[in-house]
């Protein structure tokens, strides 16, 4: 999914601008200048850290196709660099889905394409378009390349009609498709109630999560039944490092240069002898 992105600056300083690294202060600076620079130094680099371990991701199913659709799209390589069955791409998280895998038409209240509705209810608010369903009863997997760690979260809703809910179920395995160890299983009961206003039986969707422990690389969906099962946000809380920091580390580290630089050049210019 994260790609890996570095600036570098070249070029020939001025012969007369001093070399200073951070956590140095030029010479002639105050010993509580030193203090402060060091402590900066400090603060860039756990913002740098934080920024490298910390990283998540949501697979919301928005923008597959046009909304609204027939529910039979498939998500293919979507996420993964390559396209839907109609030809759309979207963000390359190394994310692959089989054949059955399908995307869900989620109702609004005024569009009437499925059974199934966020009802208003979501996260994120730009995903309540989309989600994800299987076209048969059975197992399918999605198949994570980069892997992942730590845990996830999803959102799910399933209706028989006051019919036992049996054969739902979502496991993590330590291979692609399913193979290597099982990782973590959930037994998916929770009937949903329905949102009349929605038109949905399918709705609200119940959140739900897993921890674990090991690298995943797949996740397996078992469904009971055809187009049975709508799952939504599959969100990835992933241990492994990460090389793209998060916005607000981002904001942290550049506006800690920028004061850097500042008291850098505002040091310069309080040596004796400057004009």
Not at 199 to 214: Q, T, V
Request: charged residues 15%.
């Amino acid at each position: 999914m994260l790609r890996t992105f570095a600036r570098r600056r070249s070029g020939n300083a001025a012969a007369t601008t001093p070399s200073v690294e951070i956590g140095q202060a030029p010479r002639g600076v105050s010993g509580g200048y030193r203090r402060w620079l060091a402590a900066l130094s400090v603060l860039l680099l756990t913002a740098s850290a934080s920024a490298a371990h910390a990283a998540y991701y949501t697979l919301m199913f928005e923008d597959i196709a046009p909304y609204p659709n027939n529910n039979d799209v498939q998500i293919l390589d979507f996420y993964a660099g390559g396209a839907s069955s109609i030809g759309t791409m979207g963000t390359n998280y190394h994310v692959r889905f089989g054949e059955n895998a399908r995307l869900l038409c989620l109702n609004s209240q005024t569009v009437d394409c499925s059974g199934t509705s966020r009802g208003g209810v979501t996260d994120f608010p730009e995903s309540l378009q989309g989600g994800l369903t299987f076209k048969t009863v059975g197992t399918d997997y999605v198949n994570f390349d980069d892997g992942f760690t730590g845990n996830m979260s999803f959102n799910y809703a399933i209706n028989l009609g006051g019919a036992p809910i049996v054969g739902y179920s979502i496991a993590l395995y330590s291979g692609l498709d399913g193979t290597g160890d099982q990782l973590a299983f959930y037994d998916l009961t929770v009937p949903a109630v329905g949102c009349p206003e929605y038109n949905a039986l399918f709705c609200p969707m119940k959140y739900s999560a897993l921890a674990f422990e090991g690298v995943a690389k797949s996740i397996a969906f078992t469904s009971g039944g055809p187009y049975a099962l709508a799952i939504d946000d599959i969100t990835i809380v992933n241990g492994l490092e990460s090389p793209v920091p998060e916005p607000a580390a981002w904001a942290l580290m550049i506006a800690g240069f920028g004061l850097a630089g500042t008291r850098l050049r505002n040091g310069r210019n309080a040596l004796p002898g400057r004009t």
